[in-house]
């Protein structure tokens, strides 16, 4: 037996929308990227101030640094700032069919149908159907049964296909490899 359409009501938190922007951010490749860049730079900082010789740290360091520290300033503000968002704080009813997926709250109803999706994640807390690269809806799969998490997994598969990487994307990746080996090369020697 099939249903034909799955009613889900929530109410979003803060820490939801943190969640979110986290999980996001740690399946894009360019962040552990920079992350491994950060450690570096934080383990040479580390160093040459453990053998007193703080003024010899090379300047690139303190810049990645630097930058890491005020992109995760800005990641936490704008958390912040996302959750005082009218929207995002009141409660949302979902209603999910095979045909479309509708959000509505006291303030606005949004109809969108499976092709307008871009593509989706799936998580045991939630599932991101984003509208576009960087706007999604979530969907809180916690107060849902098995029954009803099988259905809505089924269709959001059935519907939304993910995007397979270009092969230019991975030439991009191959070469800021080789480039970022390079550079740890020539920087150690």
């Known amino acids: 037996m099939t249903r034909k359409e799955l009613l889900i009501k929530a109410k ?3 820490n939801d929308i943190f969640i979110f922007q986290i999980t996001y951010l740690i399946r894009q490749w360019y962040v552990w990227l920079l992350i491994l860049t950060f450690l570096i730079s ?4 580390a160093y040459r101030l453990s053998v007193g010789e703080l003024s010899e740290v090379p300047p690139q360091s ?3 640094s630097l930058v890491m520290l005020f992109f995760l300033f800005l990641l936490i503000s704008s958390s912040k700032k996302s959750a005082k968002n009218k929207i995002v704080n009141e409660e949302k009813t979902y209603r999910i069919s095979e045909e479309y997926f509708m959000m509505e709250t006291e303030s606005t109803t949004q109809r969108v149908f499976w092709s307008d999706f871009v593509k989706y994640i799936l998580t045991e807390r939630f599932v991101y159907l984003f509208v576009s690269n ?3 809806h979530l969907v809180p799969l916690n107060a849902l049964s098995n029954d009803e998490k099988n259905f809505l997994i089924q269709i959001i598969q059935s ?6 990487k270009s092969s230019f994307s991975t030439v991009v990746i191959c070469l800021v490899l080789l480039l970022l080996t390079v550079g740890f090369i020539q920087y150690f020697n």
């Open 12 to 14: 979003l938190s803060s």
């Open 42 to 45: 934080i383990g040479n900082i």
């Open 62 to 64: 303190w810049f990645f």
């Open 134 to 136: 960087n706007s999604a």
């Open 159 to 164: 519907r939304l296909k993910t995007q397979q």
